[in-house]
């Protein structure tokens, strides 16, 4: 038996398309637990009548928006069976998804989270992005984590948020971690790799809409939540080398490299898309690592210049799309 978690938010629509491919599952032996964090739209007419249809959903509907990490804790914390699927509102999901998933996870007991290829699909419903990165089978969990995680430069997830794990793995480890925000499931896939393999279906079994696979929830904060990604990292790397010195030394060397590129990237978006009083906001979040103080001085004294090419590149935009001009340079 497994526990399905869906986790939803103001996504009436397309909802509706995910518990419909969720209930077609070649795998029927589960229960569907719908979390609903306070939707301000159809979400809960749309869930009760599929509940008042199938006994196998139970519908929770959030007092207050408590966001994602939380959303998913009470699911996890409602599921009566050993494994868990996490599961996103609007996605859709081929009928065999659940049936590969347990199959993975039961059979592979050092395995602690299954995870997928993936892609984008346009408003049609067809596939114009696929994203795979491994053979079919069991991902060693030191792999996954030093040679994979720990060194992406843009420090990105190759898990995606839709996975199925065991939970009393996760009720070990504390769930989710809040503070962490959109990316407290990339600190618990990355706590769970720490003594536990992945496994990988290399079959595209789960499609979303372009875009919708990487909201901008916190497009505000953007400094505010790359810094917290980089604190999630160093965690990781100093509990996965602690044991030896030089190459924990090594590790956090490139750590802060990858970092600076990272944060300076950042900082050049936050100079395009908000004002100087969020650039100088910026600086008490990224005083948690003060090595990253240096590119934020940088980008203080160049600030000026960097606005003027900024709005000048804009007002270029503008005039040739306004008199319907070929634009010469890519989209922001």
Request: glycine fraction near 4%.
């Amino acid at each position: 038996m497994v526990s399905i978690v869906l986790v939803t938010y103001n996504r009436a629509q397309r909802l509706q398309l995910s518990i419909q491919d969720i209930l077609d599952q070649s795998f029927t032996e589960f229960e569907l637990i719908i979390c609903d964090d306070c939707s301000t739209d159809e979400t809960r007419d749309i869930c009760l009548d599929f509940a008042s249809r199938d006994k196998r959903i139970r519908y929770f509907r959030q007092a207050a928006n408590r966001r994602m990490p939380a959303n998913c804790n009470f699911g996890i914390r409602q599921a009566k069976y050993d494994y868990v699927a996490i599961l996103h509102d609007g996605d859709r999901f081929r009928p065999d998804l659940i049936e590969q998933w347990y199959t993975a996870i039961s059979t592979n007991d050092n395995v602690g989270f299954v995870f997928n290829s993936i892609a984008e699909t346009d408003g049609d419903e067809n596939v114009v992005n696929c994203f795979r990165e491994f053979p079919e089978g069991i991902v060693d969990k030191d792999l996954l984590l030093k040679s994979i995680f720990f060194r992406r430069p843009h420090f990105d997830s190759p898990v995606w948020g839709e996975t199925m794990f065991r939970k009393d793995l996760v009720v070990k480890y504390g769930y989710m971690k809040k503070e962490y925000g959109f990316y407290a499931d990339v600190d618990l896939w990355m706590e769970l790799l720490h003594d536990h393999d992945a496994y990988y279906c290399a079959d595209t079994l789960m499609s979303g809409p372009v875009k919708a696979l990487q909201p901008q929830l916190f497009e505000n904060d953007i400094i505010k939540f790359n810094v917290y990604i980089l604190s999630m990292h160093l965690k990781h790397r100093t509990k996965a080398f602690k044991a030896h010195a030089g190459q924990l030394t090594r590790e956090l060397a490139i750590f802060y490299v990858h970092a600076m590129f990272h944060i300076s990237y950042c900082l050049l978006l936050v100079v395009k898309n908000f004002t100087f009083h969020y650039f100088m906001q910026s600086r008490k979040y990224l005083q948690r690592h003060a090595f990253l103080l240096f590119p934020w001085g940088i980008f203080l004294f160049l600030y000026p210049i960097l606005r003027l090419l900024s709005f000048s590149f804009k007002w270029a935009k503008d005039r040739f799309v306004g008199e319907n001009k070929s634009w010469p340079f890519p989209s922001s």
